[in-house]
């Protein structure tokens, strides 16, 4: 059974940094892109960035880019998301999602499944 | 960049009864989208891809449909499990702002 289990989140300063993590299991990590999507309190859903199997390849939304950097570390399975310059507008549940297809690439494909997701909330 | 709009915003049914969500694309997206359902309190689920491929393990009486830039989910007996959001999603990542079904 495929598992994703985030974790790092929390109430952070805005301007402040935080990094995510997701420990994946389940599955043939190296094989798959993973992506980042959060969801603002009682909002709909945003894809934040995705990186493929060998992070060649990265991929941002346009609000984050530039502040945020994924990573990924295949021989530990987890996957990283670096938060920098936060704004109150970043919080939001932050979801570690695996790609659909085998090596498909980081821009472009579904999500499945999702972890639960971990917190993050910027305020002072 | 494509926006999805759904519609309605919030659906009342009731159990039994056929469910049918909409998502318009601001242009083509061929046969590039797809349908989520979140639970309260739970992580989105895949339930189609591709408009018309239902993911592994859903119930056969969720199906998509359409191309271009109307899409369809529908519910063909609504079950009271499936009381939650819809979210679309182009497959370039871009989401709908959701549909909610909720039991009349």
């Known amino acids: 059974e495929v598992q994703l289990v985030e974790s790092g989140g929390g109430l952070v300063q805005p301007g402040r940094s935080l990094r995510l993590s997701c420990a994946a299991s389940g599955f043939t990590f190296d094989d798959y892109s993973m992506h980042w999507v959060r969801q603002a309190p009682g909002k709909g859903l945003e894809w934040v960035s995705g990186i493929s199997w060998n992070s060649g390849n990265l991929a941002y939304a346009d609000s984050v880019k530039g502040r945020f950097t994924i990573s990924r570390d295949n021989a530990k399975n987890s996957l990283y998301l670096q938060m920098n310059s936060l704004r109150a507008e970043d919080t939001a549940l932050y979801y570690c999602?695996?790609?659909?297809?085998?090596?498909?690439?980081?821009?472009?494909?579904?999500?499945?499944?999702w972890g639960q997701g971990t917190l993050v909330t910027v305020s002072s | 960049e494509i926006v999805l709009t759904q519609s309605p915003a919030t659906l009342s049914l009731s159990p039994g009864e056929r469910a049918t969500l909409s998502c318009r694309a601001s242009?083509?997206?061929?046969?590039?989208l797809g349908w989520y359902q979140q639970k309260p309190g739970q992580a989105p689920r895949l339930l189609i891809y591709d408009a018309s491929n239902r993911a592994t393990g859903i119930p056969a009486r969720f199906s998509g449909s359409g191309s271009g830039t109307d899409f369809t989910l529908t519910i063909s007996s609504l079950e009271p499990e499936d009381f939650a959001v819809y979210y679309c999603?182009?497959?370039?990542?871009?989401f709908g702002q959701g549909t909610k079904l909720e039991i009349k």
């Open positions: 999603q182009h497959r370039r990542h871009t």
């Open positions: 242009q083509s997206v061929s046969s590039y």
């Open positions: 999602a695996k790609d659909f297809e085998v090596r498909g690439p980081p821009d472009d494909n579904w999500f499945d499944p």
